[in-house]
């Protein structure tokens, strides 16, 4: 779908105002609001789904362009931020807000604008949308979409979780954790395991996913302390 000249404009202000907060640093300002970056960039990809700037592909280069971004914001702040502090804090809080917030508007847009919903209700052919519970999500199985774009939809995704879980264990290593919570973190995790498992095999996703929370937990014993290890005699 073509845009219009109003159009066009609502797109460049979004873009213009993620951009602003991307390098807000530059403006010597309060520092934290570069964290917002992570949610405002909802603004021009949920805009560009809502207009359809792309077709019947629409939803799937939504999502492209949204881990592209926040994976620029989380370049940002591991150059700027934890290279330097070691804090991580707001950069996990701020994305998880983010992701949250994309959760409920996957939700609502479809709702408030039907034709997002899938192509099929309306005998229209296919868009690529696929409905999960309430939730509107990208289908990446659909055997009539490009490999191509489903491989970048999953390389990304993969990416991302690198890109947040990596900072997460090494803000850890070192640390004296109690077995009881890493059983805890491992189960939080679990959640985002089990997303990268479906992602890539589908079906498969449960023996993948239990795979690698056990790897996952196994590293977590090797790159956390007991605290008792001064108690351990050879």
Known sequence: MALDTNS????????????????????????????LAYIVALLPVNYLWGVELFGAYSIIYVYIILFILWILCILR?????????KEYD???????MAV?????LSAILPEVLPYLKPYEVFGLGNNFTAKFWYFYTPDIFDPALSSSLGLAFRILVT?????????????IKDEALPLPVLVVITAIFIVPIMLFSFIWIGEGWPVLTLLISV???????????SGKEAQIKL
């Not at 707001?90 to 998880?96: E, P, T, Y």
């Not at 949250?100 to 409920?104: D, S």
């Not at 990416?159 to 803000?171: E, K, S």
């Open 8 to 35: 066009l404009i609502v797109l460049i202000t979004f873009i213009i105002l993620f951009g602003v907060f991307l390098f807000f640093d530059i403006f010597k300002r309060n520092e934290r609001y570069r964290y």
């Open 77 to 85: 702040d591991m150059i700027l931020v934890y290279r330097k502090t």
């Open 215 to 225: 790897i996952f937990f196994v590293a977590l014993l090797m790159i956390t302390k």
């Open 100 to 104: 949250v917030l994309q959760i409920i």
């Open 159 to 171: 990416a991302l979780g690198i890109f947040i879980i990596v900072p997460l264990l090494l803000d």
């Open 90 to 96: 707001d950069i996990f809080a701020f994305f998880v």
